[in-house]
């Protein structure tokens, strides 16, 4: 007996409803990407491994999915290669491609080869699945979609300002209340890192802030400490341990905290403007809070830093992030070429959603009448009222056999399908409400009406 079959660890088959919601989504999603002025690009499922190797540091290489070359993969591989078991040096022989693991270095490297075809600044956004090599856990699967907007080719704080109001609208639309972005700088962080004389020890720094909501305060002190950050660094620190009060109270509090730190001024002035003008122009349903503990794991982070925070009431990480880099694109050898971009984490918003039971019915209406099958001699007739209705945008189908009247009505039942029209006589159509059970009489032209 042949087994069944199955799929890999880590990715997923999504039913019609599934993907009626996640496509709900993502049209919410691209109609404000695109009245913001944001326009769609797509970029190939893999690159090549040098695209992608090296840019997320040796955990996340760890983690690109390497694909073998075509046909003999072992041609260019000796012998002695192969018994030296050497898997670094083994896999640049055999894996010339690997699936990309974000949008956003597949984005920097199509701004370089592209750079003289674009208007900068360039706003783009990109919905498309990555893949990762990661452990799978709720919530965090192998190949899943981002969905990031980016603009590069400014400096301008008012593109974040605007990108926290894209958060704000999009959420909204959504309909998904109690939405918390939360907002820091990196050059705050390097601030705090040269205030504490701790700048030669700024990642490990960052890394360990960053895990405050995981593991608390005491697990973050003990991490920094075997990173070799001093006790008398911690001491400067605590403040931050503590840190409450209005976005300007924060503010104050930080600018007395970085006085001596030139960096770290900057970067408050940077968040205060970005804070102030957001509170000015107003948000429709979610919140904005100065987070200082915010670090953000990804370290090309240059400047402003989001995360969100999906409402109180539902047990979820953070469901989007971003953030200002100065030079990405660097990587690839064009230089000075500032972005900014935040991302949208569709699987957590999918599943925040559906626990607070927020898709709207329609989602997922697919067909909206079925016409039974009478057989052949009636099926024609039937389908040329079909094809008018189509015209019209109404989703119509027939049952395809001529089976028994009460299977064909099974098959709408269990498909959902509100309405059947029963029968064709004398030009006129019997249509049945199968949630009502009312049945009328109606001309076709009646019949559009009560359909449309």
Known sequence: MASK??????????????????????????NHFEKFGYQPIETPSFENSDTLMGKYG?????????????????????????A???????????????????????????????QNEIEFPFKRYQIQPVWRADRPQKGRFREFFQCDADVVGSTSLWQEAELVQLYDAVFTSLGLKGVTIKINNRKILSGIAEVIGASDKLIDFTVALDKLDKIGEDG?????????????????????????????????????LLSSSEEGIKGVEELQFICETVIKLGLQTAQLDLDVTLARGLNYYTGAI??????????????????????????FGLKNMSGVGISFGLDRIY?????????????????????????????????????????????????????????????AERRNIPFVVKEISNGLFTLKNLTSGEQTQLSFADLLSQLS
């Open 58 to 82: 040796e955990e996340g290489d760890r983690l690109i999915f390497k694909i073998l070359n075509s046909g003999d993969y072992l041609d260019k591989v000796s012998a002695e290669e192969l």
């Open 220 to 256: 973050v002190k003990k991490e920094m400490l075997e990173k070799g950050i001093s006790e008398e660094a911690l001491v400067k620190v605590q403040p931050l341990f503590n840190f409450t009060g209005s976005i300007q109270e924060k503010i104050i509090q930080l600018s007395d």
């Open 5 to 30: 079959p199955s799929i890999p660890k880590g990715t997923r088959d999504f039913s019609p409803s599934e993907v009626s919601k996640r496509n709900y989504i993502m049209g919410v999603m691209r």
């Open 306 to 331: 989001f995360e969100v925070a999906a409402p109180k009431e539902v047990s979820m990480g953070s469901i989007g992030g971003g953030g200002r880099y100065d030079d990405l694109t660097g990587i």
């Open 84 to 114: 030296d078991l050497n898997y670094k040096k083994l896999t640049t022989k055999i894996s010339e491609k690997a699936l990309r693991y974000d949008l956003t270095v597949p984005f920097a490297r199509y701004v370089v080869q592209h």
């Open 351 to 411: 599943l925040v959603l559906d626990e607070l039971n927020l898709f709207p019915e329609t989602v997922t209406t697919s067909t909206k009448v079925l016409f039974l099958n009478f057989g052949q001699e009636q099926a024609f007739e039937v389908m040329q009222a079909i094809t008018k209705l189509r015209m019209e945008n109404i989703k119509v189908e027939m049952y395809p056999d001529a089976a028994k009247i009460d299977k064909q009505f099974k098959h």
